[in-house]
């Protein structure tokens, strides 16, 4: 099945979300009934269940059908063969978003032991698509554009109105542990995943469920080695608790990790089409998502009941409204171009190549045999302004004869 690469986006990214709504909704339960009230216990029973969990998932689609491809490539990610051991070249990326998932899980347990209403911790945690722009300006040679600037300032704060709670009230206590704890854990873990998505294996795009079940595997090793740590120094013993719940509450506890292995590997097949601050932006509907499990949960009195201030209620609807305003306008925005360049004779091909990578917007570049010597592949959110700097940078590059540049209306992509 083709489907447009734009759409392919939006449609993994808002899976993800509406997922990850109902995962919360789990999570809450599991929290307020089930492993009452302890933080630690639950994200170590998390991650030595989501081995199981996630190594059955992947072992499932990993099982081949006609024409030599597996369950997986034919209805999750065509990049994907079967379940395999992590490569050489992949292991530094996962030490870090092992890390990063690892901090997340368990700033986002406590933030929901604390807040207790999903509906308020997911529009809580979105604050990150700032640090996400800001690291991506630094170390990315694609800058963020004014629209992006823009568009991710309306989510983050339309995010930051829809963590009011209905119930009326708003933490700093959890607003601070979101701003030290879980935006810049959330940073690691998608940077890095987004940097193994991009990795070639055997000639292919890596696929995102083997990235998915390495990662809760690098992930449990450091969310228990924290654990213990805190255990040693506080003399406590939550990670005989993480164990014991492992065991004693092991449906619940496999169920919300199940769930969560197809939200993170939309997402993470989403962070190999778009930035990981776009990708954010798109996956902060969350804050829509969530209102109506918050609303279940609220009505069989696993969190506390709604208030009816209609103050309260409007912020939260201007805050969802603002976050759904940025996305659109991130949809909208973005232009794609592809530029066919003859070089003059008796210039070095690897010279021209790299003044060609240094120019910001190019996002491939590939030598070609036939009438062309290079095509190069444009991504901007500004067509007039972005059109102007690029061909200004290409016409100041002495090696180049002539050019054409040709923009992209349609793009289709494998579903």
């Known amino acids: ?78 990049s994907f063969r ?24 368990v700033g986002y347990f406590f933030l929901l032991s604390d807040l ?52 009326g009230s708003l933490s700093l206590t959890s607003m601070s542990f979101v701003f030290l704890l879980i935006c810049p854990a959330w940073v ?22 083997n990235i998915r079940f390495w990662n809760v595997v690098f992930a449990c090793v450091f969310a228990v080695m924290i654990v213990m740590i805190y255990d040693v120094v506080m003399n406590s013993a939550h990670f005989i608790a993480g164990l014991t719940a492992s065991l004693e509450h092991f449906g619940w506890v496999a169920l919300t990790m199940g769930v969560t292995f197809f939200s993170y590997v939309f997402y993470i097949r989403a962070l190999g089409i778009g930035k990981a601050s776009i990708t954010q932006a798109v996956r902060a509907s969350t804050v829509l998502f969530a ?14 009941p709604f208030t009816t201030d209609p103050i309260m209620i409007l912020l939260k609807m201007m805050g969802t409204i603002l976050v759904l305003l940025g996305i659109v306008s991130f949809a909208l925005a973005l232009v794609k171009a592809y530029i066919f360049i003859k070089v003059k004779p008796g210039y070095p091909i690897d010279e021209t190549m790299d003044n060609l990578w240094k120019i910001r917007g190019v996002t491939r570049v590939a030598a070609v045999a036939g009438p062309y010597d290079f095509i190069v592949k444009i991504r901007t959110r500004t067509l007039v302004k ?28 494998d579903i």
């Open 1 to 78: 099945m083709k489907i447009r690469r734009k759409y392919l986006f939006y449609t993994l990214a808002f899976a993800s979300a509406i997922i990850a709504a109902a995962v919360s909704a789990i999570d809450a339960k599991i929290i307020n009934d089930v492993i009452i009230n302890d933080p630690l216990a639950f994200a170590v029973s998390c991650f030595i269940v989501g081995i199981i969990i996630s190594l059955v998932i992947v072992l499932i689609f990993s099982i081949p059908i006609k024409k030599g491809k597996s369950l997986g490539s034919k209805v999750i990610d065509p």
């Open 82 to 105: 079967r379940i395999r051991l992590v490569r050489k070249e992949e292991i530094k990326y996962h030490v870090v978003a092992g890390l990063g998932n690892a901090l997340l899980t």
């Open 116 to 167: 207790k209403d999903p509906s308020v911790v997911l529009p809580f945690s979105q604050i990150v698509i700032l640090y996400l722009l800001t690291i991506e300006s630094i170390t990315e040679k694609n800058m963020p554009t004014l629209s992006e600037i823009q568009s991710s300032v309306i989510v983050t704060f339309g995010a930051i109105l829809g963590s009011i709670s209905l119930t």
């Open 188 to 209: 690691l873990f998608s940077i890095y995943q987004r940097k193994l998505k991009l990795l070639k294996i055997d000639g292919r795009p890596n696929d995102s469920l």
């Open 291 to 304: 209102i109506p499990f918050s609303l279940m949960l609220s009505y069989f009195n696993i969190i506390p």
């Open 386 to 413: 972005g059109y102007e700097r690029i061909i200004r940078k290409i016409e100041g590059i002495e090696a180049i004869k002539e050019y054409k540049w040709e923009s992209v209306l349609k793009e289709w992509e």
